[in-house]
């Protein structure tokens, strides 16, 4: 495991631990979902330009379609990443609430950390995939239960899962590490072929 720490936007220093990249694999019917994954309808991008860390992307996506999430970001440079579903209230808005998420005081911050099996101490991601419910992105975390999200932390980096959503539901999301990057996407009627 490597440590390094990495300077936030707000000025923030933070000691992150991380695992090499070769530390994390996917395997059995993870492995031979992103394997079937070949054409991408959508794609969600963490940036960091300008000083400020975002997530780029469609406001729609079709459901039954492929969703494509890709790191852009320099961990070095600002550390890691999630891209948790989770309901939009529960999504820290205030700094007062970030700042509450990045120590874990948040019930819904503890709650990916825990799906995660991440280690705030050592920094270590037990796992690096959530998947809750059907297969593909289609689960929100809530007070009571866990959602869909995914841990990055390797530059150009990339996840692919179907939208197992259906039509009609919004799927809000933010990162864990950086709960300023937020986001939503609708997911619409698959086009009739």
């Not at 960091?48 to 379609?65: H, L």
Request: net charge positive.
């Amino acid at each position: 495991m490597k440590r390094i720490s990495v300077r936030r936007p707000s000025g923030a220093l933070l000691t992150i631990g991380l695992l090499g990249a070769g530390a994390f694999a996917f395997a059995g019917p993870a492995a031979a979902e992103q394997e079937r994954l070949g054409a991408t309808a959508a794609e969600i991008t963490a940036e960091f330009q300008n000083g400020k860390m975002s997530f780029e992307g469609p406001k729609t996506v079709p459901a039954g379609s492929n969703l494509r999430i890709v790191n852009n970001t320099d961990p070095q440079q600002i550390g890691p990443h999630t891209i948790s579903f989770t309901k939009k209230r529960l999504i820290p808005n205030t700094r007062a609430e970030m700042r509450a998420c990045g120590r874990g005081q948040l019930r819904i911050c503890r709650k990916i950390i825990k799906a995660h099996k991440a280690n705030p101490e050592t920094g270590q991601v037990g796992r690096v995939v959530v998947e809750r419910g059907k297969v593909g992105w289609n689960q929100l975390f809530s007070r009571k239960r866990q959602g869909d999200s995914w841990f990055t932390e390797t530059q150009n980096e990339e996840h692919t899962r179907r939208v197992s959503a259906v039509a009609g539901k919004v799927l809000p999301f933010f990162c864990v590490v950086h709960p300023d990057m937020q986001g939503k996407i609708k997911v619409v009627p698959a086009p009739i072929e």
